[in-house]
């Protein structure tokens, strides 16, 4: 049986602080295939996770040439406080069936870094399966944002485990701007294909 198609990306114009949103197909889009086996292997088990986020990219002057760089959070909590490497993630965050991922995906940026994601031009770069079964939609726009002034929304948590102690963590504790290269080894592991989908796209425009 043929695998099932994604539809051709959008390129989405967002207002911040309204429902300004425009979709329209870009030219130079090509259909994001996705796996038959990641998209429907859990179906009938449990409700599948899913989860939507934006990536942030900007191209700075270093030494002459211009340099990509990509928007990362560090994911806050005692698991993660003394991990590097494989320990960041694009602002995202998970949202129900039925609702609108963009929306849900312009949501949990502002939660996460506590502005609203920047006036821009939003192209999708698909969705993604990560091992433990979520699937990770996202969309990536050319914009700049200052991290000395990110404010995450926060969790509760039982630390130290079995202390009965309810202790508040940030969702994230930082975020930063990396090179492409960078960025790969610094991001979860389950996300780092949207990395290799982002630099194909870049690829397309430039």
């Not at 700049?144 to 009965?164: C, K, M, Q, R, Y």
Request: with cysteine.
């Amino acid at each position: 049986m043929p695998r099932p198609e994604k539809t051709c990306p959008t390129e989405t114009l967002y207002q911040p602080g309204g429902d300004g949103l425009a979709d329209r197909r870009s030219p130079d889009c090509e259909p994001i295939r996705c796996p038959r086996d990641e998209v429907d292997r859990h179906a009938g088990l449990m409700p599948r996770k899913l989860s939507a986020g934006l990536l942030l990219y900007r191209r700075r002057n270093q030494d002459g040439a211009i340099v990509l760089e990509v928007l990362l959070a560090h994911m806050g909590g005692p698991f993660w406080a003394r991990k590097d490497d494989g320990a960041w993630s694009i602002p995202k965050g998970e949202y129900v069936l039925g609702e609108d991922p963009f929306r849900a995906a312009k949501r949990e940026f502002e939660e996460e870094l506590g502005s609203a994601p920047p006036l821009a031009v939003y192209r999708d770069l698909g969705s993604i399966s990560q091992p433990g079964g979520k699937l990770v939609t996202a969309w990536a726009a050319e914009a700049d944002l200052d991290t000395a002034g990110v404010l995450s929304n926060t969790f509760e948590l039982e630390w130290p485990p079995g202390s009965g102690q309810i202790r508040s963590f940030p969702e994230i504790d930082k975020a930063s701007w990396f090179t492409m290269d960078v960025a790969r080894q610094k991001l979860v592991k389950g996300q780092r294909p949207l990395i290799d989908r982002f630099a194909q796209m870049f690829n397309k425009l430039a």
